[in-house]
Every structure is written in structure tokens, then in C-alpha cells.
């Protein structure tokens, strides 16, 4: 069901399910360019939702090989490893 809206905003209505899911009007996918699977963010104006697509996001991917790096470069020695074991036994 489309309405135009006062200020000519196109306009949907949606049914909140189950977790406060809804499905975004197909429309608004095309027209923005989401795909199934990808990521968007979502957050409050006021008393809005706004839902932004993944271009307008920021956020970094990191490789399996980065990823191994920085486990390396954060593990501590093996001294400091033991002291912290004995202080925090719960955390091994």
C-alpha cells in the first residue's frame, strides 16, 4: 500500500513482526540499492527510523592473514601471561 505524505516523501506502511522485524518495501531496496545479505545501519532522528545503505556506512573488513596479526601483536609474554593466569585463573 503506498501513500504520498504530506512533504512528498514516498511513503510505505509496513507490519512490525515477530523481534521487531520488518521487511523493507522492495521500492525503497531498488531504489537504494540494497541486496539480500547485505549490511545497513539504523538509527533514531527524533522520533524516526533512518536506515542507511552500506555505502554510506563505515566499516572495515580485515583478512584471515590481518586478522592473525593482530591476535599475535595483542598476546602477551609469556611472563605476563603466567601473572595475569594467577591473578585471573577464570579468563584461560
Do not use: H
Not at 510505505?12 to 541486496?35: N, S
Amino acid at each position: 500500500m503506498s501513500l504520498q505524505s504530506k512533504t512528498d516523501y514516498p511513503c510505505e506502511w509496513v507490519k512490525i513482526l515477530d523481534k521487531g522485524m520488518i521487511t523493507i518495501p522492495k521500492v525503497f531496496r531498488d531504489q537504494l540499492g540494497i541486496k539480500p545479505g547485505e549490511v545497513a545501519r539504523i538509527k533514531t532522528v527524533g522520533q524516526r527510523l533512518v536506515i542507511e545503505p552500506r555505502e554510506v556506512v563505515e566499516f572495515e573488513v580485515y583478512s584471515d592473514q590481518e586478522l592473525k596479526q593482530m591476535l599475535e601483536e595483542d598476546r602477551l609474554p609469556k611472563n605476563l601471561a603466567k601473572k595475569a593466569s594467577l591473578r585471573w585463573p577464570e579468563l584461560e
